[in-house]
T-cell receptor, first 112, second 112 residues
Framework: GQQLNQSPQSMFIQEGEDVSMNCTSS?????WLWYKQDPGEGPVLLIA?????ELTSNGRLTAQFGITRKDSFLNISASIPSDVGIYFC????????????FGQGTTLQVKP | NAGVTQTPKFQVLKTGQSMTLQCAQD?????MSWYRQDPGMGLRLIHY???????DQGEVPNGYNVSRSTTEDFPLRLLSAAPSQTSVYFC???????????FGSGTRLTVV
């Protein structure tokens, strides 16, 4: 079954607002990744986190690797309409670097 | 450099039919994976491979077979299709020490 719990499931916000979403797990991961998926496309990597406590930015996006290695969050500042899509967290298993597990996703809608 | 190429893009099968979903990458990536995506479920790992000749099961392997005879190709076989296998299937690859998986654009499969 699903081992990553991602929240919230969906968000409907006004353009210009900040957004925060998070992911928790009962398992420890070596790497946390955040992806975005546009309709009809495959997920695209936004940010990769490799160390506990690491804070990384990519433009208006900021993500952190939790100290316990069991959680991560993603913030989007000053949202714009093109931020619309589904955001996924994903964890790379600590004991096997090939196995990447995904959260259920957060659907973001932005009202202009 | 085409990235990860999946064929076909769309497929309709009758219950009990078999078929192979093709996946090829031209980036010389060691790791490859197959996921299925269903509404509200995120992406669930079916099978993955850490190199030619090596495959392993993911979260939902039942009803699917894989093989990895070359680095480039990682086909997914449905031996006897069932309506529960109606889904969007994504193939992904990453290098040995890469940042994350690169995804194909998906195959939308309907089993009637």
């Amino acid at each position: 079954g699903q081992q990553l719990n991602q929240s919230p499931q969906s968000m409907f916000i006004q353009e210009g607002e900040d957004v925060s979403m998070n992911c928790t797990s009962s398992s420890i991961f070596n790497t946390w990744l955040w992806y975005k998926q546009d309709p009809g496309e495959g997920p695209v990597l936004l940010i990769a986190l490799y160390k506990a406590g690491e804070l990384t930015s990519n433009g208006r996006l900021t993500a952190q690797f939790g100290i316990t290695r069991k959680d991560s969050f993603l913030n989007i500042s000053a949202s714009i309409p093109s931020d619309v899509g589904i955001y996924f967290c994903a964890g790379l298993w600590s004991g096997n670097t090939g196995k990447l597990i995904f959260g259920q996703g957060t659907t973001l809608q932005v009202k202009p | 450099n085409a990235g990860v190429t999946q064929t076909p893009k769309f497929q309709v099968l009758k219950t009990g039919q078999s078929m192979t979903l093709q996946c090829a990458q031209d980036m010389n990536h060691e790791y490859m994976s197959w996921y299925r995506q269903d509404p509200g479920m995120g992406l669930r790992l079916i099978h993955y491979s850490v190199g030619a000749g090596i495959t392993d099961q993911g979260e939902v392997p039942n009803g699917y077979n894989v093989s990895r005879s070359t680095t480039e190709d990682f086909p997914l076989r449905l031996l006897s299709a069932a309506p529960s296998q109606t889904s969007v299937y994504f193939c992904a690859s990453r290098p040995d020490r890469g940042r994350g998986y690169t995804f194909g654009s998906g195959t939308r499969l309907t089993v009637v």
